[in-house]
């Protein structure tokens, strides 16, 4: 696999050999995109198999299975996850092709813990006769045990074509201009008296312990987009936690919620969500 590339760190997209796009040569080339995300099943009876392919094939307990199998019960019975995914690549798509003298994209969409798996796009894509592609996991936050495993999976694929991996974009300015917009419009829906002491949550799913002896970047990258969000809805008040803590022991950072709010802009919001 090439080198890392960091989404905003480059004027343009690298390719193997540190090809550029628009050069010379190349611009009637069609280029790739493998867009990649965590997968989920298509119907209930999927779950045993998906928690197997999530677990490593470790033994699941049909307790987990049940409980995993009524959470998705609740929301419709399957995962949206790949129609989520396949519309921010057909969005993705349509934005790379906006130039009409631009070179033509095409993004794929393939799923680390199911189908469409990465091994199978990455197979039917050589057979068309792709040679590389740019890959970018729906995961703005660099781990080994995150975006690292997704890469891994491209790799145990054993695929000729070259995938150039986006590692991390968790500083992207269009990232964080819309998770602000976001929190905004959430707000809104606060009373406007008490609208500037709402605290503002910011959760994270939580990773094990281990990876606190690797230097691993994920604590970091995650508390530079709460500080580059946060200054985004200056002065709004915030708080930090981490979530998903309860399935897999050994896993730290447990549920642990930073206040930065007030009593007295407690005490407000309490008194008006009882009035409301």
């Known amino acids: 696999m090439a080198t890392e590339t960091a ?45 197997r392919d999530v677990r490593n094939h470790r033994p699941t307990s049909e307790e987990l299975i049940h409980e995993i199998a009524e959470r998705y019960a609740e929301i ?33 969409v393939a799923m680390r813990h199911w189908h469409p798996f990465i091994k199978d796009v990455l197979a039917e894509l050589e057979g068309e006769g ?26 145990d694929a054993g695929s000729p074509i070259e995938v150039v991996p986006v590692e991390r974009w968790h500083l992207l300015p269009g990232y964080l201009d819309a998770l602000a917009d976001r929190v905004r419009d959430s707000l809104l829906k606060f009373p406007e008296q008490v609208r500037n002491d709402v605290p503002v949550i910011f959760s994270a799913h939580s990773l ?10 994920y604590p970091r990258e995650l508390r530079e987009t ?7 809805i200056a002065p709004q008040p ?35 969500t009882s009035m409301s």
């Open 7 to 51: 989404a905003g760190e480059r004027g343009g997209q690298v390719g193997p050999t540190g090809f550029e796009a628009g050069g010379e040569g190349h611009a009637s080339e069609t280029r790739h995109v493998l867009m990649l995300a965590y997968g989920g099943p298509d119907k209930i009876e999927d779950v045993p198999d998906y928690l």
């Open 76 to 108: 419709g019975g399957r995962s949206p996850i790949l129609e989520l995914t396949r519309a921010q690549a057909d969005a993705l798509e349509a934005k790379l092709n906006e130039a009409p003298d631009g070179p033509r994209w095409r993004v794929h």
């Open 130 to 155: 792709v040679r590389w592609m740019v890959g970018l996991v729906m995961a703005p936050h660099y781990s080994r045990m995150s975006i690292g495993a997704y890469y891994k999976r491209v790799e």
């Open 208 to 217: 094990p312990e281990k990876i606190l002896e690797w230097d691993d970047p």
């Open 226 to 232: 709460v500080a580059a969000v946060a200054e985004r």
């Open 238 to 272: 915030y708080t930090f936690s981490y979530q998903s803590a309860a399935i897999i022991s050994g896993w730290s950072f447990s549920i642990s919620i930073r206040s930065r709010w007030t009593p007295i802009a407690s005490a407000r919001l309490m008194k008006s």
